[in-house]
């Protein structure tokens, strides 16, 4: 009776302990398995769309199939297949597949009630990019009464590939975008079982991830399916590949097809296609050698993406929801070498040369020319899109970004291309390691602490913030976020108001 007793008792503690092993939510193929720590439960490579392979490969994406009993979900899905960019700031780590369509989820321990949701979308020019590194993960949001979500996309020839055998398709070539669709609508179906509330979901991203924000503003396919948007670092006039049609695509898909020798137009030509070997659709393209012939990155397809984004914009087509926009004081700009100050200044119309050789004084030639590339494809587009929402009267913030970790002060004059993203997510040490100082983490909580209060409030300010102001034309202010760090912080008319002025005159629509 006592050994009997004793087995009982291991096993109500053996049940117990796996009962406790982490906390379980049913999502709708059925029921996952997290892990807690440090007062975050977090959800990882949860499928949110069948593997798209084979047959399924330029498909949009398919349901998933039902499990049964529970699964894990304490590990981060494998991210999309690609060639690694060296030297990314976001360092992939856990591997790379072609079956990548899975979401991860972090939220508050003992969450209760309905919480705001934020989703993040991430950057690498859509050739590169995943959910997986450090710099991304929710712990911080999660702490701060958020309920955060991340997913992979497809990149590269497995998210952005046109043919004519697929020509006809109800939705064709833009299947990254298709995906992050897929998400934001397993979001809406599930995101109130780990108490969500569907109806108040912030949508954001950067770089790439900017730029599909817009794409999903400008597209009836995503009415409904978040609430708020934030930019970052993501244009806003043109989509990436500006003006780039379905027949230009189809020229680079056949480019592509015919470097390994498959010719046709028929559906024997996407078959041999579909059996290409994963590793030669990647064929080595990232953000290095994304300027190809045999590649077209996003295209006006017709149903997502109809237009370029100011088209929209400018006849109010677009999903109107409050938006945060910005972008970094030393972004990106793909500006070409020079060495003299005329050639720097060549873009612009004689007559204004003196005055932007004015605005951007105190620059060496080369300077000059990377700010005035940054300028028009980062900053003023961010400033062209405040101005679309406040003449519509939507709320919008604007900010700009110019803060730089005190362990590169010395080396760098500015805040560069993606720097913002570990204040925003408050994950430093991901990014920084122990060269971490207090003046950056005040940084980043107060950054932290203002994309929270978007989620939440539908507007960034608290008491213990600096004000940030609404954007006004008139005013044409900004949150500006200084090298001299978050007790600077302020809002304030744009010190740079004349040189962008300049540079919306370059603006060819």
């Known amino acids: 009776m006592r050994y009997t007793l004793a087995v009982g008792f291991t096993f109500i503690c053996c049940a117990g302990l796996a009962q406790a092993a982490g906390p379980e939510v049913s999502v709708t ?27 399924l490969r330029w498909q949009p994406p398919q349901p998933v199939t039902a499990w049964q009993g529970v699964r894990p979900a304490k590990h981060y899905g494998k991210d999309c297949l690609q060639e690694p960019f060296p030297g990314d700031a976001a360092p992939l780590g856990v591997g790379f597949s072609e079956d990548c369509l899975t979401l991860n989820v972090w939220r508050p321990a003992n969450a209760s009630g309905k919480l705001p949701v934020m989703v993040w979308i991430y950057g690498g020019g859509f050739v590169n990019g995943g959910s997986s590194p450090a710099v991304y993960a929710g712990d911080a949001f999660a702490r701060q009464g958020v309920v955060f979500v991340s997913f992979n996309y497809r990149v590269g020839r497995f998210g952005f590939f046109a043919h004519p055998a697929l020509a006809n398709d109800p939705l064709r070539g833009n299947y990254g975008l298709m995906d992050q669709l897929a998400a934001l609508k397993w979001v809406k179906n599930n995101i109130a079982n780990f108490n969500g509330d569907p ?14 924000v817009n794409s999903l503003l400008t597209s009836q396919e995503a009415a409904g399916l978040f609430q708020k948007a934030i930019i970052q670092s993501g244009s806003g006039r ?19 097809a015919a470097k390994h020798g498959i010719n046709g137009n028929d559906g024997k030509a996407l078959e041999a296609l579909r059996q290409l070997p994963a590793n030669e659709v990647v064929s080595g393209l990232n953000m290095a050698t994304m300027q190809s ?6 295209m006006i397809d017709g149903r997502i993406i109809t237009a370029e984004p100011h088209e929209l914009y400018s006849k109010g087509t677009f999903n109107k929801v409050p938006l945060m926009i910005g972008a970094n004081d ?19 119309a004689a007559d204004l040369r003196g005055k932007v050789d004015q605005a951007y004084r105190d620059m060496s030639p080369q300077q000059t020319a990377n700010a005035i590339a940054s300028d028009s494809f980062m900053v003023e587009p961010a400033r062209y899109m405040a101005r679309v929402w406040s003449d519509n009267q939507l709320p919008v913030w604007q900010y ?33 390691a122990d060269t971490v100082k207090p003046q950056d983490q005040t940084v980043a909580a107060q950054l932290n602490q203002y994309w929270v209060n978007f989620a939440r409030h539908s507007q960034p ?12 034309r008139q005013a044409d202010n900004l949150l500006l976020i200084p090298a001299a760090g978050a007790q600077q912080t302020q809002t304030l008319r744009d010190p740079w108001q004349e040189r962008l002025d300049l540079v919306e005159t370059l603006v060819k629509e």
Do not use: C, M
């Open 293 to 298: 012939p045999d590649y077209s990155g996003p």
């Open 238 to 256: 043109h989509n990436i590949v500006p003006h780039q049609n379905w027949q230009q695509a189809e020229k680079a898909g056949l480019t592509f």
């Open 199 to 212: 109806d108040n979901v912030t949508l954001f991203g950067e770089s790439a991830g900017g730029f599909s």
């Open 330 to 348: 030393a972004d990106i700009g793909f500006a070409p070498q020079v060495t003299t100050q005329e050639q720097a200044l060549a873009p612009f």
């Open 29 to 55: 193929d059925g029921r996952i398995l997290g892990s807690e720590h440090q007062g975050v439960d977090a959800f990882k490579g949860i499928p949110f769309a069948a593997p798209p392979v084979g047959a």
């Open 400 to 432: 700009r970004f110019g803060y730089v970790a005190q362990a590169l002060s010395d080396q760098t004059s500015g805040a560069q291309h993606a720097s913002e993203i570990p204040y925003v997510f408050n994950t430093l040490t991901a990014r920084y």
């Open 461 to 472: 300010n608290a008491q213990n913030l600096p004000e940030w102001r609404a954007f006004n």
